[in-house]
């Protein structure tokens, strides 16, 4: 049981390139959130999603986008990287019910020189 | 707006040395407060979700209160291997419903480290 896979692991980006940053979850869960998380800042809701078709804007949107075409995966696009966007990205999911805590993923590093 | 406070934001323990953790809230109307442990260079793990004033979740060394204004992680007689980053989110209920009601709002956490 995989859980939430995201890739790549370790990435460093150019300013001004793009990139999408992979998640996939097994779980048959509807809902998907992607989440940055900065050094004493705490964990940030950058996107979320209610199901395939589906996507709405959390507290810091700009500078990226998502889709989700399926259950299954949620990528999150970077465009015209700045260094501001330098981060750790998490993207979890959770089941349509309150009491279930979000799974996570391990995450992914992004350097933006 | 949601808040999440937790303190402190460090903290170092001798193993053995029982301790808490805390999280005060505020937020319009709670749906739920959640506890996570995050390892370094890992994703936040859960461990509790709290409900209402008065509830207790127990797990292992770790027991987590709720009152109306904050959340306590009580650890009983640590171990190194309870050393982590310590997670505590919000969720609350929103106009509009839908997928805003399972957002979560975190704190920055407490870094405890446990020292044999």
Request: proline share 5%; net charge neutral.
């Amino acid at each position: 049981n995989a859980g939430v896979t995201q890739t790549p692991k370790f990435r460093i980006l150019k300013i001004g390139q793009s990139m999408t940053l992979q998640c996939t979850q097994d779980m048959n869960h509807n809902y998907m959130y992607w989440y940055r998380q900065d050094p004493g800042m705490g964990l940030k809701l950058i996107y979320y999603s209610v199901g395939a078709g589906i996507t709405d804007k959390g507290e810091v949107p700009n500078g990226y986008n998502v889709s989700r075409s399926t259950t299954e995966d949620f990528p999150l696009r970077l465009e015209l990287a700045a260094p501001s966007q330098t981060s750790v990205y998490f993207c979890a999911s959770s089941p349509d019910r309150i009491n279930y805590g979000y799974t996570f993923g391990s995450g992914t590093r992004l350097t933006v020189v | 707006e949601d808040q999440v406070t937790q303190s402190p934001e460090a903290l170092r323990l001798q193993e053995g040395e029982s301790s808490s953790l805390n999280c005060s809230y505020t937020v319009s109307g709670l749906r739920g407060l959640f506890w996570y442990r995050q390892d370094p260079g890992k994703g936040p793990e859960f461990l509790f979700t709290l409900y209402s004033a008065g509830e207790e979740k127990e797990k292992e060394r770790l027991k987590a209160t709720l009152t109306k204004k904050e959340s306590f992680l009580h650890i009983t007689a640590p171990k190194p291997e309870d050393s982590a980053t310590y997670l505590c989110a919000v969720q609350a209920f929103r106009l509009g419903g839908g997928g805003s009601n399972y957002k979560l709002t975190f704190g920055k956490g407490t870094l405890l480290t446990v020292n044999p």
